[in-house]
C-alpha cells in the first residue's frame, strides 16, 4: 500500500517547455488535489478534483492544466512553463467531504530555467 | 473557511511538552479544527482534528477553548523528529473538501 505517489521527484526545465506531473492513489479516495509550496508562502491550491471525470480551480490555477481520466490519478499538466512556476508540487487525497484529513505525496521539486 | 493565526516559530527542548498555539477567532459551529505537519522537504501530515470536544491521540492532544477562538497542540514529550512546520486549519463540513494552508508555525526540539 504505496499512499500517494509523485513522478518525476525532481524535474529541470526550460522556459516554454512542456510537462505532466503525475499523481497516483491506491486507497480509493474520491478527492484529489494538487498544491504549490513557495517559500514563506505555505500551501497554496491549484486544481483539484471530487471524482473521476471531474475538475475545479483552486486558488492559483493559471498556466496549469489537470485531467482526471481514471479515480486513481491526478494529472497536472504545465504547457509553457515559466520561472514563475519553479516550486515543490504536492499531490493529496482524500476518501470524502467529511474524510479525517489528507493524504500527501512527497512532492516534487520543478526548476523552469 | 475562517482564517488562523499562528506565531511563526517556537523552540522546545527536547523531552518537555511543546504547546502549539492557535487563534481562529472567526470560527464558525461547522468548522473543524485541523493540526498538519510537515517536516523538511516532505509533504504535509495529518495529525489530529477537532470540532469543541479535546481530542488525543497517537501523536498528539488537541485542546478547544470552551468558546472555540482558540486551540493547542499538544506534543507531550517532544522529540527531535518532532521539529517540523505545524499547520492549524480551520474547515467546514459539507464543502467541497479542499484545505487552506497558512504558514504554521516551526517548532525547533532542541537538545
Known amino acids: 500500500n504505496a499512499g500517494v505517489t509523485q513522478t518525476p521527484k525532481f524535474r529541470v526545465l526550460k522556459t516554454g517547455q512542456s510537462m505532466t506531473l503525475l499523481c497516483a492513489q491506491d486507497?480509493?479516495?474520491?478527492?484529489m488535489y494538487w498544491y504549490r509550496q513557495d517559500p514563506g508562502m505555505g500551501l497554496r491550491l491549484i486544481h483539484y478534483?471530487?471524482?473521476?471525470?471531474?475538475?475545479a480551480k483552486g486558488e492559483v490555477p493559471d498556466g496549469y492544466n489537470v485531467s482526471r481520466l481514471k479515480k486513481q490519478n491526478f494529472l497536472l499538466g504545465l504547457e509553457s512553463a515559466a520561472p514563475s512556476q519553479t516550486s515543490v508540487y504536492f499531490c493529496?487525497?482524500?476518501?470524502?467531504?467529511?474524510?479525517?484529513?489528507?493524504?500527501f505525496g512527497s512532492g516534487t521539486r520543478l526548476t523552469v530555467v | 473557511d475562517a482564517k488562523t493565526t499562528q506565531p511563526p516559530s517556537m523552540d522546545c527542548a527536547e523531552g518537555r511538552a511543546a504547546n502549539l498555539p492557535c487563534n481562529h477567532s472567526?470560527?464558525?459551529?461547522?468548522?473543524?479544527v485541523y493540526w498538519y505537519r510537515q517536516i523538511h522537504s516532505q509533504g504535509p501530515q495529518y495529525i489530529i482534528h477537532?470540532?469543541?470536544n479535546n481530542e488525543t491521540n497517537e501523536m498528539a492532544s488537541l485542546i478547544i477553548t470552551e468558546d472555540r477562538k482558540s486551540s493547542t497542540l499538544i506534543l507531550p514529550h517532544a522529540t527531535l523528529r518532532d521539529t517540523a512546520v505545524y499547520y492549524c486549519?480551520?474547515?467546514?463540513?459539507?464543502?467541497?473538501?479542499?484545505?487552506?494552508f497558512g504558514t504554521g508555525t516551526r517548532l525547533q526540539v532542541t537538545l
Open positions: 486507497m480509493n479516495h474520491e478527492y
Open positions: 472567526t470560527i464558525s459551529g461547522n468548522e473543524y
Open positions: 486549519i480551520v474547515r467546514a463540513t459539507g464543502t467541497a473538501s479542499k484545505l487552506t
Open positions: 493529496a487525497s482524500s476518501y470524502s467531504l467529511t474524510s479525517l484529513g489528507y493524504t
Open positions: 477537532g470540532l469543541k
Open positions: 478534483s471530487v471524482g473521476e471525470g471531474t475538475t
